[in-house]
């Protein structure tokens, strides 16, 4: 029987929910605790669950070998600079807004994969996209008067997320999904140990407000009731990160790249339960474009997809 879910857009679903939780959880700290500090913290929990879970069902420790440590290099980097600039932002905007603006990035992968991937872009697809993209400025009502420097950071972020999906798929064929999130995790780890290291006494913190406090304030022990939150941090970075990677490794750039508006619907209905950031009106008509284009993708990929078909990707067993 034909699978009538492919793994590709499935595994991009349940990355971007992992995601989600990740980006509640950060701008839920982010009043008591450094960034680097809590994505160091983050990242030692996701590495060991990577290694203790996902590498020894993903073919062992031997999947760890590579010969493009350089491209995993600059993939971590792609990855720790989306990271600051979109947890930066998110420390000072709602949460559904910055989740808005930072959506700009299926657009930007969409762009890049046909120019550089060269990968065939059909007008439905292009269609949805453009959807999409409507219902996210629909959200963020540019020109009523919202607008604020701190918008441009998600912004920054999404190119970075671009580039850094571009290079997965450019690096698929030879690396696993769990290779890919495991040298992502050691070049967090190693990055927020520098700059702890350098900025955690906290000497700078009151340089500026909100946002420069979050990014130089001086390191603390965590408090016992955080624990729990930064290690389901962990977790979900980890699972957010092996499944991105198999997403955008086994399908096309730009199929999965519209399935990752999911994330604002969830961005809205967290920032409703925890944080009291009831959406606007012009908001719920964005979702409802949002969520639709997405659908359709998902859809579109499930009716055409035929075991038949010679130029799909396949999955590697």
């Known amino acids: 029987m034909t699978n ?15 995601f989600s939780i990740n980006d509640v959880t950060i701008k839920f700290l982010s009043g008591d605790y450094a960034l680097h500090e809590i994505v160091l913290v983050r990242s030692l929990v996701g590495l060991s669950v ?7 069902l993903g073919g062992g420790f031997r999947v760890l070998r590579t010969r493009r440590i350089g491209m995993h290099l600059i993939r971590g980097a792609c990855v720790v600079f ?12 709602p949460l559904a807004d910055a989740v808005a603006v930072f959506f700009v990035s299926p657009l930007i992968i969409t762009a890049m994969s046909a120019i550089f991937l060269r990968e065939h872009i059909g007008p439905r697809r292009l269609i949805a996209v453009a959807a999409g993209m409507v219902g996210v400025l629909i959200m963020i009502s540019p020109g009523a008067g919202a607008f604020n420097v701190a918008l441009l950071l998600p912004f920054l972020a999404a190119f970075a997320y671009g580039t850094l999906h571009i290079l997965t798929r450019k690096i698929g064929d030879t690396e696993s999904a769990a290779t890919m999130a495991v040298y992502i995790q050691i070049v967090f780890i190693l990055v927020s140990s520098c700059v702890g290291i350098t900025l955690g006494h906290g000497d700078f913190a009151e340089q500026g407000g909100a946002m420069i406090g979050f990014l130089l304030r001086g390191w603390v022990w965590p408090a016992s009731m955080d624990w729990p939150l930064l290690i389901l941090l962990g977790v979900s970075s980890a699972g ?11 399908s ?7 399935l990752e508006y999911a994330a604002m619907p969830m961005a809205v209905i967290f920032g409703v339960l925890v944080f009291g950031e009831w959406p606007e009106p012009s908001t719920w008509v ?17 009716r055409t997809r035929q075991p038949t078909q010679p130029n799909r990707p396949r999955t590697r067993r």
Request: no cysteine; charged share 5%; hydrophobic share 60%.
């Open 4 to 18: 009538r879910i492919p793994l590709g857009p499935f595994s991009a679903l349940v990355a971007t929910f992992f």
């Open 50 to 56: 990577l290694l203790v879970l996902i590498v020894p």
């Open 82 to 93: 989306a990271n600051t600039t979109f947890f930066l932002g998110l420390s000072v905007l």
């Open 240 to 250: 957010g990160g092996f499944f991105i990677s198999q997403a955008y490794r086994i």
């Open 252 to 258: 096309e750039a730009s199929l999965i790249a519209p």
């Open 286 to 302: 964005g979702m409802v474009l949002i969520i639709g284009a997405g659908l359709f993708v998902f859809w579109r990929e499930a």
